[in-house]
């Protein structure tokens, strides 16, 4: 155990005059030493600037005290509020939480999954852009895993998932758009094959089939990311190409507010002639004009799931790997 | 060095019937070693599931690759919009980024900053909240430090501090609501003195001096939050006590929102009535209806300026420790 300095323990040791094991004991404040001795260590330590090391710490007691959260978009608020959930929690437990962004890339999602566990992180928490290519080596570390939101595809009996009930969440949006007289129901989704939009979209097609509705492949529109920008030129080109619809289920807010955008250039008066309705009840769909109406997830629930039963693991309280789906609520607003 | 299962280096080199060294040359990939005897150290280290440990290895070259970033709220788009722009930069010069959020809590924030530094990382993006506390042996560690927003009360000479121009960003407010007719300016603020709120008051107060304006104590209102809530209360209650305000300078847009709830429930008209101007330009400010004058900062161009001028302290490419000022500018939409 070196500090920054090159200082060891031997060295403080040495300069000391008392035992490795005692400066080990005055270090760590546990086991018997004399004031005169905490001072003589303690004065070593300052004049070389000694920062006790809690990695080499953690290496001791295979304990760091600390998990790691891997996050796809800090800037969107529902990955940003199930982060704070997760934080205040294991805070409160004594846990401190190191947050990674991996802004939807795969690659810096594999680059900070390693450095997280080379820091000897205690547990990790997951939310994956890339959860249909993790493979099971992934869960072969030493620590616990939880993943929320995103499902990778490997068997249930080797995971924790946590999510929201996404499949419901798509049956509620799209039966609120058939009782409003709705037939003909734009999908916007992200083309990636995440278990969330893959549910979603499960939940859309077994309503409508349920209504004996059917839609041809084109009112199934993919955007390549979810952002505004996005989700605003796809729609304009559905209304271009001559789509005949008259709703939009938008998998997440931010698509529902491109997608107003679109309708609102193209002078198509919402809810009169198109209706729309959202995902995740971000707090943009609460203040934008109009109102958005969607799906409500809790992702202060989802957070504080994650963190309780990745500490309990950690904590060797529960040996248990199962999922965990949290209800939505659907939240009828201006739009519908 | 002991991986989590208790092997050693010692050990490996004792399994594999090769020296200690030529153990670290081929984990490390350094150094000369022979294909057969890295096969031998390999199949000992698979066996044992030994994680090269990059703890470790840090503390022999004293570079971790990773900085640590302290942010007050990470549910604040501002603040996860400069996160994202340091996670960009860094990540593409080849460093990780640990984000931890401090929720405002002093504690937390303290906590953190002492796991960050245990944690052997390179260097240090702080954003405080309670910058005004942070002491000079602080600064005292072996690692660059910059203080990006708020600033601490420690002469400049010793530390690097980048921030927008918050003061001009208080004038240009205030200026914007003067040349429209306004004479009773509010101005909503955080109680705390952070340097940011400051510097936007004090562009306030010096702008309503140019204008030969004076105003009671009582057109300055605190808030102990920033948040939505307390300000739409803080605004009721100076109705309710009958205060006479035709504008409103709200120093972040979430007070500006939540003054604009407060002025829509007592059906004062905006902007005919009251105006409102807020800071920040986050997205919310666009969309909300009416949409919120404010002043726009550039989180993107605080963050990457931040980044680079830490990952050049760093890497010993300058060691100039000066401030950097970023401008503002004023967007006018329909609250003044």
New interface residues.
């Given amino acids: 155990?070196?500090s920054?300095?090159g200082l060891s323990m031997k060295d403080i040791a040495k300069l000391s005059g008392v035992s490795v094991a005692t400066v080990s004991r005055v270090l760590n404040n546990n086991g018997r030493f004399s004031e005169e001795t905490r001072k003589k260590v303690m004065e070593v330590v300052e004049k070389f600037?000694y920062?006790?090391?809690?990695?080499?710490r953690s290496?001791?007691t295979?304990r760091s005290q600390?998990i790691g959260v891997i996050v796809p978009d800090?800037?969107n608020?529902f990955f940003?509020?199930i982060?704070?959930a997760i934080?205040?929690y294991c805070?409160l437990k004594g846990y401190?939480?190191?947050?990674?962004?991996t802004?939807e890339d795969e690659e810096?999602e594999t680059?900070?999954f390693k450095?997280l566990?080379?820091?000897?992180i205690d547990g990790l928490i997951y939310i994956s852009g890339k959860s249909d290519k993790i493979s099971k080596e992934t869960l072969l570390k030493?620590i616990p895993i939880i993943f929320i939101d995103r499902r990778p595809n490997i068997s249930s009996n080797d995971i924790v998932y946590i999510a929201s009930d996404n499949y419901k969440g798509g049956v509620l949006a799209t039966e609120a758009l058939i009782k409003r007289g709705c037939r003909n129901i734009m999908i916007l989704k992200d083309i990636r094959n995440l278990s969330t939009v893959t549910q979603r979209y499960l939940g859309y097609r077994d309503t409508l089939m349920k209504y004996n509705i059917n839609l041809g492949e084109e009112y199934i529109v993919n955007v390549k990311k979810v952002d505004f920008e996005e989700a605003r030129k796809a729609v304009k080109e559905s209304i271009k190409k001559g789509l005949t619809f008259d709703s939009i289920f938008a998998c997440t807010d931010w698509l529902a507010?491109g997608a107003i955008a679109a309708l609102k250039e193209e002078k198509i008066a919402i809810p009169d002639r198109v209706k729309v309705i959202g995902f995740d009840n971000i707090?943009?769909s609460k203040?934008?004009?109009p109102a958005i109406s969607t799906i409500s997830q809790n992702p202060e629930k989802l957070g504080k799931t994650a963190a309780k039963v990745l500490l309990d693991l950690i904590e060797g309280k529960t040996n248990k790997t199962t999922n965990y789906i949290l209800p939505v609520e659907l939240v009828l607003r201006e739009t519908t």
Avoid at 51 to 56: G, K, P
Avoid at 96 to 101: A, G, H, K, Q, R
Avoid at 117 to 120: D, M
């Fill in positions: 155990m070196k920054k300095k600037n920062q006790t090391n809690l990695v080499a290496l001791r295979n600390i800090i800037t608020e940003a509020a982060v704070l934080e205040s805070f401190s939480v190191f947050i990674c962004n802004n810096k680059a900070y450095d566990i080379a820091k000897g030493d507010l707090s943009i203040y934008s004009h």
